[in-house]
């Protein structure tokens, strides 16, 4: 974690040191949200869309702050009392990623960048862990700190000692990522895949595919760079940057590729790459796509698994990621943290292919971020839902009408179709509805807010492995 004087953060950020008793005196870890600062970190005042950091300054040095970073000209500086330092700059925010790029270059680590439209967060997850396998000083960014405000304060939590960071990188526009990859200047960088993601930012996935490939460009020279070979725009779009990839893939040729996988009676799925057994309790296709990239990633940073017993390695993701998890004698595969055509498409293959003594039970929320096309999207949503045998099928949010309609011109009996407002609406009648045995499928964007179902549901249960 980052430790620094306060006159040292004012060279790298250009600043001023402001009331210090002590200008040699030192902070440890680095916060925006006065809700989760620890004592003795540094407060960063940013002004947001929404909220000015400034404003809470005195709540942060109520919480014990050692210290604060403000723009210069901000009138709520002018009312504190205390000798607690403050260093001014123009922009707190260009100030942070300033010191971040200066704590990054401090650790020895190697970094690794993770992106795409889909994916990257459960491979981060699986990178680090398979890392951590065999080498104990390896860290990933926590959580979904992955933009410009996200991948700075990762960076700050990296212990100084680390050997192998592995680094989620995610963007809504054009103009992010060559900003993201300067930060983190990766030794290795994978790209999960590409689909209709932003596109009220990006317009075309061609155009995602683009922006994504800015970390390619912008990653050290010689930095290994895994792409996902199964996805032909990434592949076709990749072309026009460099030659030189690892490749990745379950249905062509690929430098990486499964030998076998498949999900056992208890929902596990398994998957032998070179040789090699991992078992993990994430379900479907697109995850043994994750899973792979983060293998190609692991052994092309130059990593073996020699004497590790991989199927004990513990595999899983973040929460809300494509977990089975049992609550009041049903089990509900919670996969609504992000959505869009591609991974709602997986997302159905893979929960309709795990085994069930009771009836299915879809729940589909709205995708955002689709622009002017998010009308067809939706509908072809519904048409891909209607080829599979579900029980009922619970579309939530004003879009999801289009899901419905889209699903009953595709022949779906509109009889098993419901259509619910929002998900405080949904949680109450699938409470209602589920009985024991039921397998049920949550998936939408973050903003809808499908987790009020899962808990809808009753209290937390074991997982199901």
């Known amino acids: ?79 504190l009392a205390g000798d607690t330092p403050v260093i001014t700059v123009p922009h707190t925010h260009e100030a942070m990623i300033a010191l971040a ?55 700050f939590r990296i212990p100084a000692d680390c050997r192998a960071a592995v680094m989620e990188m995610g963007i809504s526009t054009d103009v992010e990522m060559p900003r993201l990859a300067e930060i983190v200047q990766p030794d290795a960088v994978a790209i999960t895949n590409v689909s209709a993601t932003h596109l009220e930012f990006l317009g075309t996935v061609e155009a995602v595919a683009q922006a994504k490939l800015e970390l390619v460009r912008g990653a050290r020279p010689g930095a290994p760079a895994v792409i996902n070979a199964d996805d032909p725009v990434l592949a076709a779009e990749a072309k026009k940057v460099r030659s030189d990839y690892v490749t990745f893939a379950l249905d062509r040729a690929a430098d990486f590729r499964p030998d076998a996988w498949g999900i056992d009676d208890a929902g596990m799925m398994t998957v032998v790459l070179e040789g090699r057994t991992f078992r993990m309790p994430l379900v479907g296709k697109h995850q043994v796509y994750n899973l792979t990239c983060a293998y190609a990633l692991f052994r092309s940073l130059g990593y073996r698994f020699d004497g590790v017993e991989t199927a004990q390695i513990e595999l899983a993701s973040a ?133 009020a179902v899962l808990n809808g549901l009753g209290e937390p249960g074991e997982e199901v492995l």
Do not use: W
């Open 101 to 155: 790029r200066h704590y990054r270059h401090t650790v020895a680590a190697r970094f690794v960048g993770i992106t795409g439209s889909n994916g990257k967060t459960t491979t981060k997850e699986l990178t680090y862990r398979l890392l951590a396998a065999v080498e104990p000083r390896a860290y990933r960014s926590p959580g979904n700190l992955n933009n410009l405000y996200g991948v700075p304060l990762a960076i």
């Open 319 to 451: 929460p809300m990621r494509g977990q089975l998890v049992a609550r009041g004698g049903v089990r509900v595969l919670v996969d609504c943290y992000n959505a869009n055509p591609e991974n709602v498409r997986a997302g159905l293959a893979g929960f309709f292919a795990l085994p069930t003594a009771g009836r299915r039970v879809v729940v589909l929320g709205d995708m955002l971020e689709l622009g002017p096309e998010s009308p067809r999207y939706h509908r072809e949503s519904g048409a891909v839902l209607a080829r599979y045998p579900f029980d009922l099928a619970v579309l939530v949010g004003p879009r999801s009408r289009e899901t419905l309609e889209g699903a009953v011109a595709s022949g779906a009996d509109r009889g098993r179709l419901r259509h619910c407002a929002d998900a405080a609406g949904c949680a109450k009648e699938i409470a209602a509805i589920v009985q024991k045995n039921d397998l049920v499928y949550l998936k939408a964007s973050r903003g809808i807010g499908l987790e």
């Open 1 to 79: 974690m980052i430790k620094l004087r306060f006159d040292q953060l004012a060279a790298i950020t250009g600043g001023r040191v402001h009331r210090a008793a002590d200008r040699t005196a030192s902070f440890r870890g680095v916060s925006i949200d006065t809700r989760t600062l620890a004592a003795g970190e540094l407060y960063v005042a940013i002004r947001g869309e929404k909220h000015d950091g400034h404003e809470f300054v005195a709540q942060a040095l109520e919480r014990g702050a050692a210290g604060i970073l403000a723009e210069f000209d901000h009138p709520e500086l002018a009312r």
